[in-house]
């Protein structure tokens, strides 16, 4: 048998499990819309661009915030093992600036897809 393309399982680890997300708000504009539906992977692995779905930590009253959709901005420089995280749109949005860097565990999925109301898969978005 052939290993397929671009496939990343390993024995001893689960297989990404996919994930339906709509979207909430307008953070991730001009990419992302309100209302959009996009389809994510738990599980698989993630890279500096991609788009993922993130539990942010609570507010400053400890309030627990909504799981959100996000953009990796990369690696925390201080702490290696810890993610940014960043909005597409700069004047909306709560991000690594506002709450700091993520552990891995709090990054839930990763976006491969939006699949409706404009169907097509997401790719890593270059710096501008």
């Known amino acids: 048998m052939l290993p397929l393309p671009h496939a990343s399982f390993r ?8 994930w ?3 979207v909430r708000g307008r953070s991730m504009e001009p990419t992302l819309h309100e209302g959009d539906v996009l389809l994510a992977l738990r599980g698989a692995g993630i890279r500096p661009r991609d788009v993922v779905v993130v539990r942010l930590p609570p507010d ?5 915030r909504p799981v959100a959709v996000k953009r990796i901005a990369g690696r ?3 702490a290696p ?7 597409d749109n700069p004047r909306e949005g709560v991000t690594s600036f506002d709450v ?5 565990s709090a990054v839930e999925a990763r976006v491969i897809a939006r699949i409706w109301p404009r169907p097509g898969l997401l790719g890593r978005r270059e710096r501008p």
């Not at 400053?60 to 627990?64: H, M, T, V």
């Open 11 to 18: 024995w001893g680890r689960s297989l990404p499990r996919p």
């Open 76 to 78: 925390d420089p201080d």
């Open 20 to 22: 339906l997300v709509r």
């Open 100 to 104: 700091g860097s993520l552990e891995q």
């Open 60 to 64: 400053p009253a400890g309030l627990p």
């Open 81 to 87: 093992e810890r993610w940014w995280v960043d909005s």
